[in-house]
């Protein structure tokens, strides 16, 4: 058998690689360049180039490809073939620095949120080389930013990086302000934890709303759902094994550090956690990650949900971003340590994630806005939309002690180095509690919990990256011009435990209480991605991004754009499957079995037996087929003029308002009826059926 450490990154252009195949001068300036994170000196590019294509081609690659995350969400790639005609007739295999540093994708169809009309028409790709090559189904695939000819971003990877830098930038001048002299770099780390569903390939086939939408428009609850909480960290079945230890190979093959897989909440839900790691490798590697679920998925007879609600009435798929920054001689600004009321990196590090989430609540939702993500935030299995942090009480109580300037006291001093020892434990105590917030802090890192499962992480990260940013060049102000660097930092904590403690919140955040708590406290609650997206545009926050030349104004008009119209689009989609299901599906369901009902009233009244059983069910499918087919014409009518609206935002709008509840109305028709139609006569497999027959 195959030894793990034998094919881990075997199809990874990685360091060893680098080291091995390219000559040495050529190797160590790459390395240096993706160590600092600075621009690639193109005289090496050819000869990076080169190696890339030999060691591709070794490994069986035809094709190379700029792989990058145009806004649509999901991967693109253009496959090339490495192949160039010489003058006899026969071909060589090519590839230059040219193709491996810069490509122009055909790439007027990828939104563009107005960008490309005003700037220029073409794209262009540019290769990422902090993100090692890898090969996938026989192609070299080069990591690339993807932008328009005068450079605005146009994908998902620019602004990460650049929001990278902008922490980097800040955090090195904090860093050196406490003396830390020997820093050189910090990057942000990320280990994000994937959720999805599994479901029976045959049975998916059979329900055009998992085929089109990802998700269930319609559906009735089986008399079992996830309350016996029997399903989570449960017994893997077998199919559902052998398609977690197939994914874990593949993904190791490409360097992927898949950790740990279980089963999640709700029946046939499950969870992949990798190893952290540098923030857009994790990115990219959350990418690769998506993209092999479904492509194995299929291989075992199943398929791969990543829509946040494929079900009602059962959890949804979410994906927690656990987020630290550390130096590059190995401090973690987040971890305690033994000392944590003398460990001032940490301290400060916490309060600048306490003022920048305070500050900027609205950045973190509007992060994890999707009409997907929409129907799960808010339900009682996610975060709330509102947006708060969870210290623990030993934390609290740390910060609270530094900000009253009581820590050299000898009594807290005690309790305090308890509350040191008790840190790495207290993820255990508050676990009840701490899996309700949406910020929680959970031992070295911050984890953020509100984003959707489908969603790329790098719109929340260059959120937490460029508001900590801008808290740390406040505070890397004010400690430059300090003269007592403590006495300014037990300031800082002290104004930041006055004006921010709104935010902290250590407990129950899916009650009721807490909704009305959180509006007293004056916390932002945008429901919705209609509500939320708007708020990217303001005068404060355009000014924020460009101040860390995160994005211009130009490049968020266009976001806010591309996102709303997404946005409807997704739920036009949704309505028009819901439409077709029910006209062709449902109703003359309803009809055939009403059919039925009738010959046996008509049947038992010729001989005399009662038949008021079927009398009863015969009205009131009759009613509910009554309304489906008045509520569909509605529908019908309202999807029509929602798509004669010009205006994003007002079209968005009435898509949520308008559209969005019709489907609900309809959806609860046609699940009342499916439950009292036999199975047999039902068009679509039941939710038993997909939740359960794995
Ligand atoms: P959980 O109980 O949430 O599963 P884990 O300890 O397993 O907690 O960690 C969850 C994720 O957090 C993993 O992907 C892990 O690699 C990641 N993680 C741990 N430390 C850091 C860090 N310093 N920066 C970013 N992510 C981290
Ligand atoms: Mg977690």
């Excluded at 998925?297 to 946040?308: I, K, P, S, W, Y």
């Excluded at 987040?334 to 003022?355: H, Q, R, S, Y």
């Excluded at 994005?551 to 409807?568: P, Q």
Aim: charged share 25%; net charge negative; glycine share 6%.
């Amino acid at each position: 058998m195959e030894k793990v450490y034998e094919f881990f990154g075997t199809n990874v252009f990685n360091d060893s690689v680098m080291k091995e195949r390219l000559p040495a001068d050529t190797y160590e300036i790459l390395k240096s360049s993706i160590k600092e994170g600075k621009g690639l000196d193109s005289g090496i590019a050819d000869t990076v180039a080169s190696a890339m294509k030999d060691w591709a081609i070794e490994k069986g690659a035809t094709h190379f490809t700029h792989w990058f995350q145009p806004l649509t969400g999901i991967t693109a790639e253009k496959h090339d073939g490495f192949i160039s005609p010489t003058e006899d007739g026969h071909i060589i295999m090519e590839f230059s620095g040219k193709e491996l540093i810069k490509g122009e994708p055909d790439a007027s169809s990828f939104p563009s949120g107005g960008l490309r009309a005003t700037f220029e028409a073409r794209g262009y790709t540019a290769w990422d080389p902090s993100s090692y090559a890898f090969i996938k189904d026989e192609t070299l695939c080069i990591p690339t930013a993807f932008c328009s000819y005068s450079g605005e971003a146009l994908d998902q990877k620019t602004p990460l990086l650049r929001s990278m830098e902008a922490v980097n930038k800040q955090a090195l001048r904090i860093v050196k302000a406490l003396g830390f002299d020997d820093v050189k770099r910090t990057t942000t780390t990320v280990g994000p934890e994937q959720e999805y569903f599994l479901v029976d390939k045959t049975l998916y086939d059979k329900r055009p709303d998992l085929i089109y939408c990802g998700r269930t428009l319609i559906g009735s609850m089986p008399p079992k759902g996830q309350e016996m909480d029997d399903h989570y960290f449960g017994v893997l079945k077998p199919r559902v094994a052998a398609f977690m230890r197939e994914l874990d190979k593949e993904l190791w093959r490409l360097g992927v550090l898949a950790k740990t897989e279980h089963n999640e909440a709700a029946p046939s839900q499950h969870e992949l956690a990798p190893i952290f790691t540098t923030t857009n490798i994790a990115a990219d590697h959350n990418q690769l990650t998506m993209e092999f679920m479904k492509k194995t998925a299929l291989r075992h007879g199943l398929v791969c949900l990543l829509h946040e609600k494929p079900y009602d009435r059962v959890n949804g798929s979410g994906k927690h971003n656990n987020w630290s920054i550390s130096t590059d001689t190995g401090v973690n600004f987040l971890k305690a340590g033994k000392n944590p009321a003398d460990n001032k990196l940490f301290i400060l590090t916490m309060a600048a994630v306490i003022e920048a989430v305070d500050k900027h609540q609205d950045l973190l939702r509007i992060a994890v806005a999707t009409a997907g993500n929409d129907h799960r935030l808010g339900g009682h299995e996610a975060p709330p939309a509102i947006i708060s942090i969870f210290l623990g009480e030993e934390l609290t109580d740390l910060l609270n002690s530094v900000a009253n300037g009581n820590h050299h006291d000898n009594a807290k001093r005690v309790k305090m180095k308890i509350a040191a020892e008790i840190i790495p434990e207290f993820k255990k105590d508050n676990a009840d509690r701490n899996r309700t917030s949406p910020f929680a802090f959970t031992g070295n890192k911050f984890e953020f919990r509100m984003l959707g499962s489908a969603s790329s992480i790098s719109d929340t990260n260059v959120m937490i990256n460029t508001m900590v940013a801008d808290v740390f060049q406040h505070y890397a102000d004010r400690l430059e011009k300090a003269e007592d660097i403590s006495a300014e930092i037990n300031l800082i904590v002290k104004e930041v435990m006055e004006n921010h403690k709104r935010i902290i919140f250590n407990g129950d955040g899916y009650s009721a209480e807490w909704e009305a708590e959180a509006e007293k406290r004056g916390l932002l609650n945008l429901r919705s991605t209609v509500d939320a997206l708007p708020l990217l545009k303001t005068e404060e926050n355009i000014a924020l991004f460009e101040r860390h030349g995160v994005l211009n104004r130009a490049e968020i008009n266009s976001r806010v754009d591309i996102i709303l119209e997404n946005y409807t689009k997704v739920i036009h989609i949704e309505a028009l499957t819901l439409l077709d299901m029910i006209n062709r599906g449902v109703i003359p369901a309803i009809t055939r079995y009403s059919n039925i009902l009738c010959e046996t009233i008509n049947n038992k009244n010729s001989i005399r037996v009662d038949s008021s059983v079927e009398s009863e069910l015969l009205s009131r499918l009759t009613a509910a087929n009554k309304e489906l087919f008045s509520l569909s014409s509605a529908l019908k009518m309202a999807v029509a003029s929602s798509e004669r609206e010009k205006d994003i935002l007002k079209k968005a709008t009435e898509y949520h308002d308008t559209i969005l509840k019709l489907m609900a109305d309809i959806r609860k028709y046609s699940d009342s009826a499916e439950s009292v139609v036999p199975e047999s006569d039902w068009p679509y497999p039941s939710y038993g059926d997909l939740l359960f027959k794995i």
